[in-house]
Structures are given as structure tokens and as C-alpha cells.
């Protein structure tokens, strides 16, 4: 019998078992990845792309927060942007308002890309903003040592500070451009004057930014934020710099130990001042006495520092921003400045040439007038000043929206996409103040988040709640979207410019305070014009650039008239 060949069988079982090898690992890379993703824009760099990060370039546009929305509005509440790895970017209201809540899907803060932003909010110390641990002793000890701060009855207590600095700005602007006819540059003055609020109010410090054009800190901080994004934009860039220290290098270094110096100078003031009497609730005193809360020791000097660097970042540049976009909203429009004339005359608030003078600002008037603080609500949504919100990591293998997201994935909850994506608002690129006038109280249930509960517990009719009543049910507006076709969320709960939860922004209060006396005490003495230098809207809009708050790439100016009689 002839021999059978059997020279194939060690290349047929190598085959089988290459084969079986192949399947068994198909089946567990299909097991555990994602069984579809989103859906993602085009990526910009297609060389990039190989390296998943073809979305990487989207960071040195200047209008990240508009590409952002433009995707949102085009792929709808959840989407991925390729940057190192899958970014999940979500604007879908419900979600957003489950990765923020405490509930199962909630998310913390991304620890790595909050650490980046360290070097320019603290000189690389940490802090508890940037902690992302809700357990740990920094954010702990701080959120609850820092909260009778921000309450209500300690802001009404401080009001009086922060209306004698808006004086002391709307009689300044009386002598140097009403009288004169010289246009106001708002920019500078806006950030002039929070900065001067929070210098008082935190720290009883005198930053003296209103007495001259050229304030050092607010100098320096601008120039700080402009290199922020421009180092995030270009992190090779960055990298090369960090290594080969060029001039340019060098002079960053120069302007950190500038900025430092400034900083030090306040709180080497509050330290002086020594032990602060039991009933200073103020944020000089408070983060001077905070405790670890699971030991019951102080914390470390520099964690101190680090924290009143924060606060005094967090607590100006924002408002200012959100004053900015007010006032250019406002001026803008005839129609809706005359509505708010309306509201302040009503109110014997209106200065009127010929006319009995108008009455003090009151901190009741804080929360008075509907059509203005609806008209507040809509430059917020509109012109979002922390556009690019929160950026938060799944914890757990989860699922959003009907996508897998595995666990340690970046997920983006950019607020200004949020408020301006066609999913949520109708026509969101219309100014509508109305659509908030259908939210505001109907006697509607208080709204269970922490950012707002403690508003409606404490408000009476002499202590009036400064965020609007946000009613958790009844009909949606007409003027709003409603997400994925049904009404799971109200439309406020798609209207989150201070975040949400327990990572919420803890200066949302003060920044009310600031604004709506900001912007009443100028509303009630001056009838605005936008200066011709401005131009068209929409080249205004176009200019926008997002350097970690919200600013005009125009200068915005504005000419001050009288009110006429109404
Ligand atoms: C209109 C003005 C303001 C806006 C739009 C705003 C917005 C926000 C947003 C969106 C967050 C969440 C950030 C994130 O998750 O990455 C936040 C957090 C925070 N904000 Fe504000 N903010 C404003 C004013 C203020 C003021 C006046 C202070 C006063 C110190 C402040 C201090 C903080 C702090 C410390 C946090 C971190 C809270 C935490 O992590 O527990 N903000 N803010």
C-alpha cells in the first residue's frame, strides 16, 4: 500500500489553530468594544486620524466652542471627536443632566485634563476645583467650608460693597465719556470692576483696578490667558518651548512670577490681618479657618494659596465676560433696551434729564424685574461664557444615550453647544428673551438640584431668590425644542451657564449679585449705543474667540446717551 503524504498536517493544524486564535479574539475585541459608536465629524487631519487623533487640530481654533456647536446641531446629543482616543461630546440635555446629577450615570471631573489647566489657575498647586475626588478631604473641606460665602443672606449682607464699586464706575463713566461723548470700552471696564468687587468682597483687598485704565492684574491675567490657549492649541509647540527655552519662553516664565507676586501680595494682606473674628463669613476668612475634614488639621500653607488664586480667577473674569455680552446684547437692540427702560421706570429707576432723579438700586431690585433678568438669561444662553462647560470620565462601562461608553472615556459636556444646538432651542441663533418668560414662577415645585433648592428655602418676599424659579414641570415653551421629541427635561434643565450638581459653580449667587447690579445701575442712569468701530452683528459673532472664557474679538464699545422721557 502506498504511504499517505502527510507533510500538509503540521501547516493544516497550524492553520486551524491561527484560525481558531483569530475567531476567539474577534469575538473578545467585538465583547468588549463599543458595538457602534456615535457618530463624528470628518476628521481634520486625516494623518492624524491614523493615529486617533484627527480632531486634535480642532483645539487650536480660536472658535472651538462654534465647531463644537455646529457638530451638535449636525449629529445631534451625543457625538465623538477623536483627540488622543474618543472624546464623547454630549449636548443632549437629559443626559447632560444625568452625568451631572448623583445619580447612577453620574461622572466625575476628569482629573488629567483639570490638572493641565492647574499651571494657570494655581501655579500648578492643587486645589479643589480641580479635584476629582467628591470624597476627599480638598474639595470636601472646601465646598462645604466655602458655602456660607455664597449664601444668600451673607451676599445681602455684602451687597452694599458691591453696589458702592458699581457707583463709583457709573460716575467715573458719567465725567469721562457721558459728559464728553468719548465711546466706553466695556471689555476693560468690566473686568476692572468685578475684579475690584472680589478684591473687597473675598479679601477686603483694594485692587484700586477702576482708578486707572492699566491694572497690572488684570494685565497680566489677560496676557496669561491668551498664552493658556495658545499653549492648549499648539501643545507641541508648548513642549518645544518647555525644552528649548526661547525668548518667548522666558518671558512667560517672567509673567507666572509677576502674577505670582500679585497673588502673593493678597494673601500675605489676609494672613497679616491674623485670626478673623467668628462672624466674618468672608472667603478670606473662611479658607484661613477650613479644616481637613477627616483629621480635623489645617491644610498646608500652599494649599490655601492655591485656593484664593482660584476663587479670585473663577470669581471675576466670568462675570465680566457675562456683563460684556449683556451690555452688547442689550445695546444692540433697541426694542429690548426700551423694555427694560420700561421695567426701571416703573420702578422710579429710570434717570430721566427733567425728571425727579432716580431712586438707589436696592438689593430687592436684584430679582424684580422679569423681562430684564429674562433678558440676563438669554445673553447667558446665547453668548455662554464657560462655552466649553465640563469635562468629566465614565467611571464605569455605562451606557449614554443608547451608546456604549466604556469606562475611563473623556466625556465633554460643552455648554455653549448645549444652549445653542438646534435640538434643544428653536431658532437658537435668535435673540429671544420671551422664551424665558414662560419659566419664570407659576407656582411651580422647586427644583430638586443643589444649585437651586437652597434658593427657594431661603427666599421670602424681603429675601428674593436671585436664579429664577425653575418649574420641573408643566408645558414646554413653544420657543424650545424639545429633545428626542418628547419632554423628559424642562427646558431650564437645557440652560446650565453655571454647570449643575455638585460640581456646579459655587459662585453662581455672587455672580447674579455682581451682574444684575453691574448692569441695572448702568441700564437705569444710561441709554447705550454700540459705537460704529463695532460693525454688524454677525462680524461680531464671527469674531468670537473662546480663551477659557467667552470674548469678543472686537473691541466692544458703547456710546452713553440720556434716557428720553417714556
Ligand atoms: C457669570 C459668572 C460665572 C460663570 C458663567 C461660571 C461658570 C462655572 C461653571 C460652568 C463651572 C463648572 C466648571 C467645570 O465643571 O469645569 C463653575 C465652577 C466653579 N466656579 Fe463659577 N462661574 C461664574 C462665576 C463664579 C464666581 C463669581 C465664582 C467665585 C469664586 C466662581 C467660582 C467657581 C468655582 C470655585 C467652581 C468650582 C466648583 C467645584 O468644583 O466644586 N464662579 N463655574
Redesign the pocket.
Known sequence: MEAVNRDWLPLAATALAGSAACAYAMYHLKKRAPKSMPPSPPPLNWLLGLGGSGHAPAFARPDLHRYLTEWASKLGGVYVLYIKGPFYVVTDPFLVNQVLSRGDMAMP?HEGI?RMLDGFLAFGLPQ????SDENGDL?RG??KG?APC?SLDSLKKSFPKVRACTEKMVSMWETQYFATGEAVPIDSWMSRA?LDI?GHL?YNYDFNALDSEHNEFVEAMHENLVALSQSLSDPIGDILAKLFPTAKAKQSAARTERIKALFTAVYEAVKSRGDPPADDQS?GANIMRIKKPSTGEPFPEETVFATLC???I???D??A??CMWALYDIARQPDVQKRIAQELAGAGLLQVPGQAPARQLEWADLAAFPYFNAVLKES?RLH???AT???RVCPKNAMLGGWQIPKGSVVWLP?HAMHNSIHNFSAPEVFDPERWLGQLPTGGKPNPTPNTVHLHATATAANPPLAENKADSGPTHPSFATPHGDARVPPSKAM????DG???????N???V??RTILLSILSKFWLELDPSVGPHDKVEASQVMAL?LTSGIPIKLRLKSHAPL
Open positions: 471631573k483639570y479643589f476645583f480641580s479635584s474639595w472646601y465646598r466655602l455664597f468685578t472680589i473675598f472667603v482660584v476663587l479670585l473663577g470669581g471675576y466670568t462675570t465676560s457675562t447667558m455662554t461664557t464657560a462647560g465640563t469635562v455648554f446650565l451657564p453655571f454647570s455638585s460640581r456646579g459653580c459655587i459662585g453662581m455672587l455672580a447674579y455682581d451682574a472664557v
